[in-house]
């Protein structure tokens, strides 16, 4: 008995607590930017709408109340150019539990692949390994495209380390792998309305799976994740959804409602003002901007590459020349106070990163590109 699926996988943030230690014994402090949990107020027009709510003395809809429906379905169309039908998606509680429960909902077990890229959030490997699964770390369709076994393919753009974005063509290959493979493709797109590059205000700039211009318009076996944590600073709410073909919602939504996996009656409404109201997210957007603007110059004043980042709340970076052990940059870097997270996290292949969050005030941002400048400096 006992979690025996997951022998072998560690909680990686444990292994930071050394350098941590150093961090927090220079001077000024430490200056955490190695796990990605927003700083900012959560806006008002949110917590207005959850203290509205709270009198919530009845069991709250699993399947979400029409009006969050109808929200999550009005953002896709106004901010990713998707339309979709409000009996098309569902809320969840978190996006992190539904990526971590989502193969063995599917009913996903031994004999079976769950691919996920080669640099990722590690609870794509967990969900498949508690579901029994084996799972595949690869950015290569052609690894594989057309292979016995692959049940679930899971997409993340923006990407978490990386913010690299995926465009139409490199979604659209996936989608039409997986169609001939018998595979459900699942883009987690939590970081969507964080783009960086030309246009990132346009809602089409960061493309979404569900696009039509991806899938022709046909969702059958698509899923799109997404959560509000980051645009609308809800981390502590647990808000995010699930979006897509009708058939796969309608199925976590039976299962769900046996397992008591319901997001509450006040997070729902809070969602609902949330999803309606664009100005809140465009304000944090430029928040998060200056604070990647100040430290990523900084960091290129030291001596450090940032590579792809072209949305989402970090900067992966890696120093200037031959590869160096992401180890070694995060102790080197928690010498001047400054606590980063280790690209090896992220497998592998990140190894020769760290990750930057951009989720600190400004003052403490203020405090580390000082840091990074005195670096270049000595």
Known sequence: MGLSP??????PWDL????????????????DLSVGTPVDATPDVVRRALESASDAHGYPLTAGTPALRAAIAGWFARRRGVEIMPDATLPTVGSKELVGLLPSMLGLGAGDTVVHPAVAYPTYEVGARLAGASALATDDVRDWDGREGVR?????SPGNPHGRVADIAELRAVVEA????????????CYAELGWGPGAHDPRSVPSL????????????????????KQSSMAGYRAAFVAGDPALVGGLLALRKQLGLIVPAPVQAAMVAALDDDDHVAAQRERYRARRDLLGGALAMAGFVVDHSE????????????????WVTVERLAGLGLLVAP???YGPAGAGHVRVALTVSDERAAAAAARLHALARA
């Open 178 to 189: 997986a169609r001939r493979t018998g595979a459900v493709v699942v883009s987690d797109e």
């Open 152 to 156: 679930l393919v899971w997409v993340n």
């Open 16 to 31: 930071l607590e050394p350098a941590k230690a150093r961090a927090a014994a220079h001077p000024d402090g430490i200056v």
């Open 311 to 326: 949305a989402g709340l970090y900067l992966w970076a890696r120093p200037v020349g031959e590869p160096v052990d992401c």
């Open 343 to 345: 690209g090896a996290f």
């Open 210 to 229: 569900l696009d039509p211009r991806v899938c022709g318009g046909d969702l059958t076996g698509l899923l799109v994740t997404y959560s509000l944590s």
């Open 6 to 11: 997951l022998t072998g996988i560690d909680f």
